[in-house]
């Protein structure tokens, strides 16, 4: 069998290698550079590893990709990093029972009330009847209003904005549900990790179409795949790129400025779509109106990531993840990635992340790097008041797509796998429910419609 893959993140690349470790034709087609989709990795002059554009990690229990990293024989780093919260002003270890115990902030009859809270969806394995709840709702009613205030408003605030009071319980069930204290990291980085992966298919014939924008597909029987590659960086029938962008990164909807080649058309004996629904319809005009009615109105967020490069320690606690419990916070999450993964692989560099998940309409999408410093830097300061003596760059990448939206009874939303086109399948991270986004869940989605094609 031919199949024709759109994107080249984990799920496609876990699509085509198990179709093709069964021996059948794979070609991928990704509009970036290389391969990762939202795990993208870049270099900078100096360092051994790569470094992820958004910051990302394995929960020690993530299966489907430790499994897949074993097959492929990638070694897989695991450590036990430390986890904090920033509430009024300072820095607390909150990553454990115990650690919850001690928390100053609350007294503890609100500390036994939020870890019962969370004792109930962590050993919970039952959650569909969740979803008939809102997470808001909940997180108020079990935790009580301290704890809620305190804690939880501002955090639901910076991740999901406006979406707020809309997820479902479910949602922050998988959250708190899946969550290890000792996390995962492959060796080299993502990227060195999905290259890897890649070699393998290419090794077994898969082709790989970088630099390249589908424009259309449609169906008669055979799907056909209408697309255009940027002169940029262009990897054809070859072997895989070994190049990342190093520049500041553009969402990854844009051309970049890259002149486009002559359109293109391939035929497949099947295709597998790994687009956001809302894109998905975009590029197939003939889909029915119903359809495209009902899935292109789900809703997600975008991301944007300033990483910084300091040449000293930013969270001098040591912590690797720092939730910013605030309700005037500009930013969700630090994460210094060099109080995980060892500095000496990045040139003995401190890396840190300022992460956001945004809507597109969210002013901060649309501001240049050094604006996003200048508005985080009061915050920055509050932690480290020396930090800019010790910046050596910072970068800003955008994705406009990472984070969907989970409505109640999101299970009557789901997208199924097969779409009203003939031997055309979709295959994307909002059909993850009810776990969120993450490459090992890209991975079992890749895995699932790879056997679905072929039963």
């Known amino acids: 069998m031919n199949v024709g893959i759109i994107g080249g993140g984990f799920t496609g690349l876990a699509a085509g290698h198990y179709l093709?470790?069964?021996?059948?034709?794979?070609?991928?087609?990704?509009?970036?550079?290389?391969?990762?989709g939202l795990a993208i990795g870049y270099h900078e002059k100096n360092w051994d590893w790569t470094l992820e554009q958004h910051y990302h990690h394995w929960?020690?229990?993530?299966?489907?990709?430790?499994?897949?990293?074993?097959?492929?024989?990638?070694n897989v780093i695991i450590k036990?990093?430390?986890?904090?919260?920033?509430?009024?002003?300072?820095?607390?270890?909150?990553?454990?029972?115990?650690?919850?115990?001690?928390?100053?902030?609350?007294?503890?009859?609100n500390r036994i009330r939020m870890g019962v809270s969370l004792a109930f969806l962590r050993y919970n394995p039952i959650w569909r009847p969740l979803e008939k709840y809102h997470a808001e709702s909940y997180l108020k009613f079990s935790m009580g209003k301290p704890a809620y205030e305190k804690i939880w408003k501002p955090l639901m605030k910076n991740k999901l904005g406006k979406y707020a009071s809309d997820v479902a319980l479910s949602w922050f069930w998988a959250r708190v549900y899946k969550r290890t204290e000792s996390l995962a990291y492959p060796e080299g980085g993502f990227l060195s990790f999905a290259q890897h992966l890649q070699n393998k298919i290419h090794d077994r014939g898969g082709k790989f179409y970088y630099s390249t924008e589908v424009t259309e597909l449609s169906s008669n029987g055979k799907p056909t795949i209408t697309f255009s590659t940027f002169?940029?960086?262009?990897?054809?029938?070859?072997?895989?790129?070994?190049?990342?962008?190093?520049?500041?990164a553009f969402a990854r909807t844009s051309g970049g400025g890259a002149q486009r080649q002559d359109p293109e058309q391939k035929k497949f004996d099947a295709v597998i779509v790994t687009l956001p629904s809302f894109l998905f319809t975009k590029i197939a005009p003939k889909l029915p109106s119903s359809y495209k009615n009902k899935f292109s109105k789900l809703k997600g967020l975008g991301a944007i990531n300033m990483v910084l490069r300091l040449k000293k320690q930013f969270l001098i606690d040591g912590t690797y993840w720092l939730n910013m419990c605030d309700d005037n916070s500009p930013i969700l999450a630090i994460v210094e990635h060099t109080n995980f993964m060892d500095k000496k692989y990045y040139n003995n560099e401190h890396l840190v992340y300022l992460g956001n998940?945004?809507?597109?309409?969210?002013?901060?999408?649309?501001?240049?790097?050094?604006?996003?410093?200048?508005?985080?830097?009061?915050?920055?300061?509050?932690?480290?008041p020396n930090?800019?003596?010790?910046?050596?760059?910072?970068?800003?990448?955008?994705?406009?797509?990472?984070?969907?939206?989970i409505p109640t009874n999101y299970s009557l939303l789901l997208p199924p796998f097969e779409t009203p086109l003939k031997n055309v399948y979709l295959a994307n991270i909002q059909q993850v429910y009810p776990w969120d986004r993450g490459t090992n869940y890209a991975v079992e989605l890749g895995k699932k419609v790879a056997k679905l094609i072929t039963s």
Not at 59 to 74: Q, R, V, Y
Not at 83 to 97: A, E, G, K, W
Not at 243 to 248: D, I, K, L, N
């Open 20 to 36: 093709s470790k069964k021996g059948h034709k794979v070609t991928i087609f990704e509009r970036d550079e290389t391969c990762g």
């Open 80 to 109: 036990r990093p430390k986890t904090s919260s920033f509430v009024n002003d300072s820095i607390y270890q909150l990553d454990s029972p115990l650690s919850l115990l001690s928390f100053p902030k609350l007294n503890i009859f």
């Open 357 to 384: 998940y945004l809507s597109s309409d969210d002013p901060r999408f649309a501001m240049s790097a050094e604006q996003l410093l200048k508005l985080y830097d009061p915050y920055l300061t509050k932690i480290n």
């Open 59 to 74: 929960f020690t229990n993530d299966k489907s990709i430790l499994g897949l990293a074993s097959e492929i024989n990638h």
């Open 231 to 248: 002169k940029r960086g262009v990897t054809r029938s070859g072997g895989p790129p070994t190049g990342t962008r190093s520049e500041y």
């Open 387 to 405: 930090y800019k003596l010790s910046v050596l760059s910072y970068k800003l990448f955008k994705a406009p797509f990472a984070q969907p939206i």
